[in-house]
């Protein structure tokens, strides 16, 4: 555990991240075939709220495939309507010589093929893996098991994504940090370690908190990394001047983001910084490719997915917040800061 977490691998790992990262996106592609979405949009162009009116879907699972297929250029956004691109209509839609929809039809019944069907339908997140008998993945994280077992796969992807983050960020003059769902510590412990100016609160709910402060005692970060418990939709810690969101909000619809952002500015001083770190989707949400992908993974099983760099901007002004620009650090994720007004 005492790991130099200023290092760095010398490998890339991004395609074996992409393996897990993009799991759920050939099973978002099945569903809308098995309801032969292309053939009936090649037909009928038209805007998100006519896709959903027409399929009987809901706004933020047919966002999140929308993305995913103007990410493939298998449609386009002109003036607020869909159109399918010529490889759709060549390949995707019924009827044309050289098309795959057969191909792809006895693959229908995979379990999370039908659950995105009720997902775009109910807008409620299905089990997570597909577990119909599995807790709601929020309320899961209240059970002393799956907490430890989530808390441990989030912080092996941490320790290489943390430092990938630390080293792009710009904290002079900033004194302390509070990790908002900080899960492991990871995000604390190395940003602390590159920015040895710097004091931080992993702030969590239990049971993860106690997991926190045994990980970040066994990485000897204990003398600069403090545990702090609470609901972080009931209100936040103050004393830190820089807060973090760390693959926190796209677990989360558009109301609970707003009434996160909305506690962070409360407990933020005048000038405070915000980060947001996470999987972003670009402003006219044509991609990354591997973000759309991974999007389909959160609209599966959580209440999120992964907001556009837009759609940030204009959450953070609502709530009080002057955005900044985004920048990109590794594996697809990137980063967003605001001041407090």
């Known amino acids: 555990m005492m790991h130099d977490l200023t290092s760095a691998p010398t490998t890339d790992p991004t395609s074996i991240y992409r393996y897990r990262d993009c799991l759920y996106a050939a099973d978002m592609v099945t569903a809308a075939l098995s309801v032969d979405f292309f053939t009936w949009l090649s037909g009928n162009p038209s805007s998100l709220e006519g896709i959903c009116g027409h399929f009987g879907f809901t706004e933020r699972p ?15 956004n002109e003036g607020g309507a869909f159109h399918t691109t010529e490889v759709v209509r060549e390949f995707l839609c019924a009827g044309t010589v050289w098309e795959v929809r057969p191909y792809f039809a006895s693959l229908h019944d995979r379990p ?3 659950d995105f069907l009720e997902v775009l339908k109910t807008d409620k997140p299905a089990g997570w893996s597909g577990d119909k008998a599995a807790f709601d993945w929020h ?27 630390a080293k792009k960020l710009d904290l002079t003059g900033r004194t302390c940090l509070l990790d908002i769902g900080a899960g492991s510590g990871i995000y604390a412990c190395a940003i602390t ?4 100016h710097m004091k931080a609160v992993a702030f969590d709910q239990a049971p993860v908190d106690r997991i926190a402060g045994k990980l970040i005692e066994e990485r000897g970060c204990a003398e600069r990394v403090s545990v702090a418990t609470g609901n972080m939709f009931e209100g936040m810690p103050s004393g830190c001047d820089v807060h973090l969101f760390s693959n926190v909000l796209h ?19 005048k000038g405070g910084l915000l980060i947001i770190h996470d999987a972003i989707i670009n402003a006219d949400k044509t991609g990354p490719l ?5 999007s389909c993974l959160l609209m599966h099983s ?5 907001y556009s760099t ?8 609502e709530a009080g917040f002057t955005p900044a620009g985004y920048h990109d650090t590794q594996i697809a994720r990137g980063f967003m800061t605001a001041i407090r007004r």
């Open 62 to 76: 047919c966002d999140t495939m929308m993305t995913l297929f103007a990410a493939n250029g298998w449609v386009k």
């Open 112 to 114: 999370i093929a039908r």
């Open 139 to 165: 309320k899961a994280m209240e059970q002393e098991d799956f907490a430890r077992k989530f808390t441990a796969a989030m912080d092996c992807r941490g320790v290489y994504l943390s430092q990938a983050l």
């Open 193 to 196: 370690a590159q920015h040895p």
């Open 251 to 269: 677990d989360w619809g558009v109301p609970e983001v707003k009434k996160l952002l909305a506690a962070s500015h409360a407990a933020l001083p």
């Open 290 to 294: 591997h973000v759309a992908e991974y």
């Open 302 to 306: 959580t209440q999120g997915k992964c």
């Open 310 to 317: 837009g759609e940030y901007a204009t959450l953070l002004d």
